[in-house]
């Protein structure tokens, strides 16, 4: 089991930058592919970055690629999405997910997410 703690949100202009963490619990990190997610308000819950286990495969939302980049450090326990040339578009909160992978493979839909942070909000004032 993981827990997942993420931080780094906030509110920033449009244009701007910011980085967002999540930090998992546990000692096989490395075991897990991961991914972020955000759900706006009076909105679906929608993808936006997935990694795969070891960092060497990525894939994107449409809506962020170009802007967005996730990173793993697998020694630190830790996700990153950085996140740069924001939209008031992006303002939602944002969920790091983790799921237990013994493949390479990267995962873009929740349901095949086993396991979730509480999220952080994230305002893009324009």
């Known amino acids: 089991q993981v827990q997942l703690v993420e931080s780094g949100g906030g509110l920033v202009q449009a244009g701007g930058s910011l980085r967002l963490s999540c930090a998992a619990s546990?000692?096989?990190?490395?075991?897990?592919?991961m991914g972020w997610f955000r759900q706006a308000p009076g909105k679906e819950r929608e993808f936006v970055a997935a990694i795969n286990r070891s960092g060497g495969d990525t894939s994107y939302a449409d809506s962020v690629k170009g802007r967005i980049t996730i990173s793993r450090d697998n020694a630190k326990n830790t996700v990153y999405l950085q996140m740069n040339s924001v939209k008031p578009e992006d303002t939602a909160v944002y969920c790091c997910?983790?799921?237990?992978?013994?493949?390479?493979?990267?995962?873009?839909?929740?349901?095949?997410?086993?396991?979730w942070g509480q999220g952080t909000q994230v305002t893009v004032s324009s």
């Open positions: 997910a983790a799921r237990l992978s013994f493949y390479t493979n990267v995962y873009v839909d929740a349901h095949e997410y086993d396991y």
């Open positions: 546990g000692r096989t990190f490395s075991s897990y592919a």
